[in-house]
């Protein structure tokens, strides 16, 4: 059985979020630089934005995901070949892969081991992953105020926190014992605009935060946690912005 972490909506996802394919994708599929002979697994593919523009070049493709709306929306929106499935136990025959790429999705997968024994498992020897992920420190601020919040009223919010994310250090170390050589591995900030503000971020990425707060009071509970972040995320204009941290790799599977 597939667990999702979160209830995704490709359309609130895509007007809360896009900058997840706008800004972070398009320097990933630069570094992807997909071949027309190439078989890609993209790992995490979510709506199927940035799988649709792997097509685009020739190259075969299929997406998998854990939420079977936005597979649905990748199939229907894109015509891709995209599938239902849990990143932390892949399904596909040994050697099908030349290139895994992911964008975004490692973060909401707990179990490393799991995650690269099916990549190295389903890349031919020689091939690539390719990844870009929230790494260590990734919206700290808000996951703080989040949990702070949520004590206020009585509610421990820590065992909710859906992600996992590692620090560069973490990754090679997994990544060695999993098979693989890394190429490049490097960790920065991104301080992208939430053009509906904390509140919009949470509704899209942070909803099971709140799945012990009263219906008639999420709303001004998360109105909550965006005042507490008025200080350190919002500008004098007015604009808010994630303190987002990223991992961006590429590692080889050993020949």
């Known amino acids: 059985m597939v667990v999702e972490l979160n209830v995704w909506d490709p359309v609130q996802y895509n007007h809360a979020a896009g900058f997840v394919a706008r800004e972070f994708g398009q320097s990933l599929l630069e570094l992807l630089c997909p071949q ?20 685009a070049t020739g190259a075969s493709v299929v997406g998998v995901d854990s939420s079977a709306a936005m597979v649905s929306h990748a199939r229907e929106h894109f015509g891709l070949d995209a599938h239902v499935m ?47 992920c929230g790494g ?13 919040v949520l004590a206020r009223h009585g509610i421990d919010g820590r065992p909710k926190i859906p992600w996992t994310f590692r620090t560069t250090r973490e990754w090679e170390e997994h990544l060695t014992k ?30 099971n935060f709140f799945d012990d707060v009263p ?28 303190d987002y941290i990223r991992v961006r790799f590429e590692a080889i599977k050993d020949a």
């Open 36 to 55: 027309s002979s190439d078989v890609i697994l993209d790992l995490g593919c979510g709506d199927g934005v940035l799988t649709a523009q792997i097509a």
């Open 178 to 207: 999993a098979g693989f050589r890394v190429k490049s591995m490097v960790s920065y900030s991104r301080q992208p605009v939430l053009p509906d503000g904390i509140v919009g971020w949470l509704k899209t990425f942070g909803d």
């Open 86 to 132: 849990d990143g932390q136990a892949l399904t596909f025959p040994n050697d099908e892969f030349v290139i895994v790429f992911s964008n975004a999705a490692l973060h909401w997968m707990p179990y490393a081991d799991g995650i690269l024994s099916g990549v190295a498992a389903t890349l031919k020897p020689g091939g690539r992953f390719v990844v870009e």
């Open 215 to 242: 219906l008639d009071m999420r709303d001004s509970v998360m109105h909550e946690v965006q005042d507490v972040l008025k200080w350190s995320l919002c500008d004098g204009h007015e604009v808010w912005r994630a």
């Open 136 to 148: 260590f420190g990734n919206i700290a601020s808000i996951v703080t105020a989040v949990v702070a």
